[in-house]
């Protein structure tokens, strides 16, 4: 079984459309965690979740939102996409930090 | 919060130990330091992770100095498997909010 999946893996859509990224893991995590890969491979946080507080990266425009249903979901929403959004968005989990992450296989959202 | 440095690239030869050494000069006495592998259109994973002095498992080993302003990820004998983007980073006990990863450092294992 796939620890933490990821749909859809490719998304391409345009400009100004709302779109959402599905997150599930299977771990028995309490947090989970989105981040933003872009072309030059960065890899930044935008949000980390769970049963207790969220926690937003205040550089993450608020067009962006994590909506988790139960502890096993973080899906990430986005309304009136942007061309500066086009990037591999990757789910994680894992305990209370520290403690080792681990990454869906990304989603790589395209928009035109 | 702890910003990590980390070499932007290095080449090797298959058969050789490779070491690879983050920075971390603002690290905080509840950070911890982690280090994950990352191959092209997937997920980082996790290789290892340390407090302090010399951390051991069966892929890597992790050597952080005294100070803890840095950290070695040795990766002994490396294969042509072994290319891939290597991340250093900077996480807080209890504070998920304290998530930092570098720019990574881009290993190229030749034959």
């Known amino acids: 079984d796939t620890a933490v999946s990821q749909t859809p893996k490719y998304l391409v859509t345009q400009m100004g459309n709302d779109k959402s990224i599905k997150c599930e893991q299977n771990l028995g995590h309490d947090t989970m965690y989105w981040y933003k890969q872009d072309s030059k491979k960065f890899l930044k946080i935008m949000f980390s979740y769970n049963n207790k507080e969220l926690i937003i990266n205040e550089t993450v425009p608020n067009r962006f939102s994590p909506k988790s249903p139960d502890k096993a979901h973080l899906n990430l929403h986005i309304n009136s996409l942007e061309l500066g959004d086009s990037a591999v968005y990757f789910c994680?989990?894992?305990?209370?930090?520290?403690?080792?992450?681990?990454f869906g296989p990304g989603t790589r959202l395209t928009v035109t | 919060l702890a910003k990590t440095t980390q070499p932007v690239s290095m080449d090797s030869y298959e058969g050789q130990e490779v070491n690879i050494t983050c920075s971390h000069n603002n690290i905080a006495t509840n950070d911890y330091i982690t280090w994950y592998q990352q191959f092209p259109s997937q997920g980082p994973r996790f290789i290892i992770q340390g407090y302090k002095t010399k951390v051991t498992n069966e892929v890597a080993s992790l050597f952080i100095p005294a100070d803890r302003k840095s950290s070695t990820l040795s990766l002994p004998r490396v294969s042509l498997s072994d290319t891939a983007v290597y991340y250093c980073l900077v996480a807080r006990a209890g504070s998920q909010g304290n998530l930092i990863f570098g720019k990574g450092t881009k290993l190229s294992v030749k034959p």
């Open positions: 994680a989990s894992s305990q209370e930090p520290p403690y080792e992450q681990y």
